[in-house]
C-alpha cells in the first residue's frame, strides 16, 4: 500500500520548536517532488513548505520563511520540517504530500497523495 504518514506534532508553547516527520512507503519517492501543507479550522489549507525530488531546492511559504527547514532524506523516503519559535497561529494539522512531479510547487492539486495529517497545538 503506497502510504505517506507523519508524526511529530503535538501541544507545545510558543517560543518552542517541533520537527515533523513523513515516512513513504509503498513506493520509491525519489522522483517526486514532497512538500507541507496545514489546515487550521475556519481556514482554507495552505502551502507550508516544499522541496524538489533532490532535496536541492525548497520553498517556504512567507508565514513559516526563516523560522523553518524543510529537508528529506532519499535513502529511507522520510521528510522533515523543522519548525521553531512556533506561534499560536501555526496551529494546524499538518498534512505531508507527493507531487507527480519532480519540482516543488504551492498548488495542492499537483500532490496526488497525502498522509493522515499530525496535528500542531502552540499554546500562548
Known amino acids: 500500500q503506497v502510504r505517506l504518514v507523519e508524526s511529530g506534532g503535538g501541544l507545545v508553547q510558543a517560543g518552542d520548536s517541533l520537527r515533523l516527520s513523513c515516512a513513504a512507503s509503498g513506493r520509491s519517492f525519489m522522483l517526486s517532488a514532497l512538500a507541507w501543507f496545514r489546515h487550521a479550522p475556519e481556514k482554507e489549507r495552505e502551502f507550508v513548505s516544499g522541496?524538489?525530488?533532490?532535496?536541492?531546492?525548497?520553498l517556504y511559504a512567507d508565514s513559516v520563511k526563516g523560522r523553518s527547514t524543510i529537508s528529506r532524506d532519499n535513502a529511507n523516503d522520510t521528510i522533515y520540517l523543522q519548525m521553531n519559535s512556533l506561534k499560536p497561529e501555526d496551529t494546524a494539522v499538518y498534512y505531508c504530500?507527493?507531487?507527480?512531479?519532480?519540482?516543488?510547487?504551492?498548488?495542492?492539486?499537483?500532490?496526488?497523495?497525502w498522509g493522515q495529517g499530525t496535528q500542531v497545538t502552540i499554546s500562548s
Open positions: 522541496i524538489s525530488a533532490s532535496g536541492f531546492r525548497t
Open positions: 504530500a507527493s507531487s507527480f512531479l519532480n519540482m516543488q510547487t504551492m498548488e495542492p492539486r499537483n500532490y496526488d497523495l
